[in-house]
């Protein structure tokens, strides 16, 4: 597409992307390393000397992987047959087309980050499934359940929340429910600061009741459509009689504390009307350390419904009842985990473009997402988001995402270079969060 500014890389020399690769991304092939260590005995017991060896291999790919990457080597193709080692490989070789002969192969310190990042990710599940019979095990499991351990204190505030709100929510007036709205979409907003890809695979859990800092941290809100999420949906349920079905898509991010508030989200979305229906789309490989897969979605929910405490429970039993009655559908597809900016999207997943034009509106949750929304590019902060998007409009959708990487659009003038002033590092650290909307108004 003409007139795209180029991605961001590690090329520019310390940048956070730069930081990401050199620093970041070897401490996370370590911990994944020493997690595949700590389990050995359990490999052992499961599948005898065979777990052991498999132990052994997987490691020792990992390891050269680590290597690969510090060593700044060409980026290589997948070997291992898996449903999207073909799109992988031609990514690879489309990379390659947009070098100059002089530069040689693609790189990780000279390549767009964004790929490299995603590549990483998809090299340490090649190393797993090369490695049977430890094929179908998660490196990140353990510190995506340990998130959601810790965080215990939040979702017990969070669930109590919501199901003493849903006893009322019949007699809530316009603005009481626009209101009730706006606080469980700035919850899920400020649970994005709990991934662990940031944090370099260290734990990130939520241990004060977000409910209660929600109006200390409305003035890092930097772009702020809630607004336009209402009319849009409060519209939709006025003409519900037209048209019954209301659905609302979430893109999901994080496993643990942040799932939890997406899924507070969906069952306030259901119960206050302004929804019929809500699909989430998670990944289907272990991805950028606390990404939900579809084993983490099944996990929690089954967590929340085993709690001991009541409110927590009752969430458990009525989110399950949510998937059972089809009133909540999960979709996975490999189009979540290639390293594609989402405007290639009705070429390379044209099935799931058309499945996501059937929403009213789509939620995308995360860093991530708006990094692949953007195409992860040097856009200049006061580009208009439509612009960034490049052309993918499936259907009006909304980026609730917190700021972890140096890309930002839709500022006004002047916002972007006032923030850098005073915070140098405010893109990148959590802090400051959007609600950013694209759609008709
Ligand atoms: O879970 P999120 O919000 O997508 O954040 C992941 C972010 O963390 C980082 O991996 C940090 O390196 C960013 O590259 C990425 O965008
Ligand atoms: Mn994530």
Request: with cysteine.
């Amino acid at each position: 597409m003409a007139g795209r500014p180029a991605s961001l890389s590690a090329q520019d020399v310390g940048s956070f992307a730069y930081l990401t690769v050199k620093d970041r991304t070897p401490q996370i092939l370590t911990r994944a390393i020493d997690t595949l260590h700590r389990h050995k005995s359990e490999f052992f017991e499961k599948h005898g000397e065979r777990g052991v060896e498999a132990e052994k291999k997987a490691i020792s790919l990992l390891s050269k992987l680590r290597n690969e990457l510090q060593t700044d080597k060409p980026i290589i193709p997948l070997v291992e047959k898996f449903v999207d080692t073909d799109i992988w490989n031609q990514y690879l070789e489309h990379q390659q087309s947009l070098l100059n002969e002089s530069d040689g192969k693609p790189r990780w310190f000279y390549s767009p980050w964004l790929f490299v990042e995603c590549y990483m990710y998809r090299r340490i599940h090649e190393a797993i499934i090369q490695s049977p019979p430890i094929d179908d095990f998660d490196v990140f499991k353990e510190s995506k359940d340990q998130n959601f351990f810790e965080s215990q204190e939040s979702i017990i505030a969070l669930c109590a929340y919501l199901q003493e709100l849903l006893r009322t929510v019949e007699d809530l007036d316009e603005n009481q429910l626009k209101n009730e709205f706006f606080k469980f979409l700035q919850i899920s907003l400020w649970g994005n600061k709990c991934d662990l890809s940031l944090s370099g695979g260290e734990t990130s859990s939520q241990k004060t009741s977000v409910i209660n800092s929600l109006g200390d941290l409305e003035p890092f809100i930097l772009v702020n459509d809630m607004e336009h999420l209402w009319s849009l949906l409060s519209n939709c349920k006025k003409r519900r009689e037209k048209a019954p079905v209301i659905r609302v898509d979430i893109v999901l991010d994080n496993s643990g504390f942040e799932l939890v508030t997406d899924l507070v989200l969906a069952d306030f979305l259901l119960a206050s009307k302004l929804a019929t229906e809500i699909h989430f789309y998670g990944k289907t490989i272990p991805w950028f350390v606390s990404d939900t897969t579809v084993h983490d979605f099944n996990w929690l929910i089954e967590q929340v419904k085993r709690s001991n405490h009541k409110w927590v429970s009752k969430c458990g039993v009525d989110w399950e009842n949510h998937i059972k009655m089809g009133r909540w559908v999960y979709h996975d597809h490999i189009f979540w985990t290639l390293p594609h900016e989402f405007c290639a999207m009705p070429q390379v997943a044209p099935d799931l473009y058309a499945e996501l034009q059937k929403a009213h509106l789509i939620l995308f949750k995360g860093d991530l997402n708006y990094r692949k929304l953007t195409g992860d590019r040097k856009w200049e902060f006061t580009v208009p988001f439509h612009q960034a998007l490049s052309g993918f409009h499936p259907a009006p959708l909304c980026s609730i995402r917190t700021l972890k990487a140096e890309i930002q659009v839709g500022l006004r003038p002047g916002q972007g270079e006032q923030l850098t002033a005073s915070e140098p590092n405010w893109r990148t650290q959590g802090k400051y969060g959007i609600f950013q909307f694209d759609g008709p108004l």
